[in-house]
Every structure is written in structure tokens, then in C-alpha cells.
């Protein structure tokens, strides 16, 4: 996949995604999926239009960060199979008419063929510009249009505010089933104060970023990949009270099942699998070797 920051003319006649697809959700993938399956049966390329940064960011005082790092969205529409992604600023566009955007941005860059959007995606000044506005003008500017319907589980309207609300509670199982994948952290192994390694449980720390949605403070059931292996693991979330605390910066701590090697610096992908208990603070390190070990046959059971 080929990702653009600027618009170009070097590619015309595609079918596109429209929307920033913070978390890749059930709902994203459908509106993917639609785009990519067009182009391949209409002999097309599929591109993505996004932005840099997510529109709530300006919008909502009240954003609680991204799901996922906003580069991370590049590996999953590789996975699912675009071919071009463009990331445009977002200031430089906010106060562009909606009619203007689709004549201007959409079809003078792209000449689409078809554009694909979720049932509730804006875009343009004033969020003025719906998927009602792309229906209207797919025939002025001849492409088809597909408006994709939301996926409901269980009652509940697929969105990246129920993603959100499930990262906060520590809901690993409605999460992973709404992302329809489980969820993956990947940051590099930093070096800590080797306390787990104290009390004979060494972890691998990775410094979680402050601009993601946190998710509850606690112990989780974890997969993690070092070196393309998958290992077992548990995983802390969290400040470490026991310990003597970490201040404001949450640290994600994976100890890892029958391993003892040094992976300080390289990049492994947390893979979340269930929650097991909330972060707490023991009476004594005593008390929290005796719980680790606790949880370790939880994940074993």
C-alpha cells in the first residue's frame, strides 16, 4: 500500500473509503472490505481518505484519545487490501463547504468511480457533509455511492465510543468481539527499575502512549510476540502501588510465561485475551507474589 500526505493527481478512477477508522472496528472493516471488493471486480484500484489527526480531537472537548496509535490504521487497510492511502491534514480542510470538498478533494484528485462511507460519517465545514450529500452528487459526478448500515452485536451499535467504553471498564470480551479481532499493543521494551525481577517475576515494560484511551488500570491474560514467537502471558496495566507507584505515566508490564531472555529495545505486540483482576495494592510484597502467582494459574486453567 502506497500512503500519500499531499494530494496528487497520479491516481484516478478509484473506489474509496472515506473516514478517519480509529480502532478498525467491525463497522470500519465493512466499509473497507466494500471499497477494496469494488475495485476488484470493476478491474480498480481502492484508496483510503483519511486525516492526520481525529476530528474530535477540534470538535469534543471532552476526546479520550485515540484506540490505537493513528499510524497503526496503515497495517490493518494493508491487511484488508488497499492500495493507496492519503492522509490530509484535517486544519487545513475543517472549514471547507461540504459541497466544495466532494467537487474540489474528491473528484478533482480522485475521479471515483465509488465512494464508500458508514451510515454516519461527516465531513466539511460544520459537519455539513453526510452520506444523504454523497447520494445527491454521485450522480452529478458520476460515481456510485454505498452507504454502509451499522453492525449491531447483541443490541448494541458497533462504534468507536462503545470501543472506547469497553477499553475503560476492561471488557476484553465485548472489546475484542466489537474489533472483531483482539486487541494489540506493539511497543518497544524499555528498561525499568527491575523490581518484578526482584521478586521473581521478570516483566517486559512498555511505555503505553498518553494519547490512547487508557485502558482500567489491572491484570490481563496476554499473548505477546517476541521475534515472531507467541508467548503466554500477564500483563499489569497500570502504576504499580505496591511498588511504590509510578506517578501519572501508566506502564503496561508483560511477564512472560517460561522466558528469560533480553529483549530490551525490540518491538513486541501485546495481544489482550482477558481481564483477570484489577490493580490493587497489597499489604506487602509477600501478599503480591502470592497473587501473581494466582494469576498466572488463572491463564493456565
Not at 75 to 87: A, L, M, P, S, T
Not at 125 to 149: A, H, Q, R
Not at 194 to 221: E, H, S, W
Not at 268 to 276: A, C, G, Y
Request: net charge positive.
Amino acid at each position: 500500500m502506497k500512503i500519500y500526505t499531499e494530494l496528487n493527481n497520479n491516481h484516478k478512477n478509484l473506489s474509496l473509503a472515506l473516514g478517519f477508522f480509529d480502532g478498525i472496528h467491525l463497522g470500519h472493516a465493512k466499509v473497507i472490505r466494500n471499497a477494496v471488493d469494488y475495485a476488484r471486480k470493476n478491474g480498480l484500484k481502492s484508496a483510503i481518505v483519511t486525516f492526520s489527526s481525529h476530528p474530535a480531537q477540534k470538535f469534543n472537548k471532552n476526546f479520550e484519545g485515540y484506540i490505537m496509535p493513528p499510524e497503526k490504521r496503515f497495517e490493518y487497510f494493508e491487511k484488508i487490501g488497499i492500495d493507496y492511502c492519503w492522509v490530509l491534514d484535517f486544519e487545513t480542510l475543517v472549514n471547507t463547504e461540504a459541497q466544495i470538498y466532494i467537487k474540489n478533494i474528491l473528484v478533482k484528485n480522485f475521479a471515483p468511480k465509488a465512494i464508500t462511507s458508514g451510515f454516519n460519517h461527516n465531513f466539511g465545514k460544520n459537519k455539513k457533509g453526510t452520506p444523504s450529500l454523497l447520494k445527491e452528487f454521485s450522480d452529478v459526478y458520476c460515481y456510485e455511492y454505498f452507504e454502509i448500515p451499522p453492525v449491531i452485536i447483541d443490541g448494541k451499535t458497533v462504534s468507536s465510543s462503545a470501543i472506547r467504553e469497553f477499553m475503560r471498564a476492561g471488557d476484553i470480551e465485548n472489546l475484542n468481539k466489537f474489533l472483531g479481532y483482539n486487541f494489540v499493543y506493539t511497543g518497544e521494551v524499555v528498561h525499568g527499575k527491575n523490581l518484578g525481577a526482584k521478586i521473581g517475576f521478570r516483566t517486559a515494560n512498555l511505555i503505553y502512549p498518553q494519547d490512547c484511551v487508557m485502558f482500567k488500570f489491572g491484570v490481563y491474560g496476554v499473548e505477546i510476540t517476541v521475534d515472531k514467537r507467541k508467548l503466554k502471558g500477564i500483563a499489569n496495566f497500570g502504576v504499580k502501588p505496591t511498588m511504590g507507584g509510578m506517578g501519572n505515566q501508566p506502564l503496561l508490564e508483560v511477564h512472560i510465561l517460561d522466558f528469560d531472555e533480553d529483549i530490551y529495545g525490540k518491538n513486541v505486540s501485546v495481544e489482550f485475551k482477558n481481564f483477570i483482576r484489577d490493580e490493587k495494592k497489597f499489604n506487602s510484597v509477600l501478599d503480591l507474589t502470592e497473587q501473581i502467582k494466582s494469576d498466572i494459574k488463572n491463564i493456565l486453567n
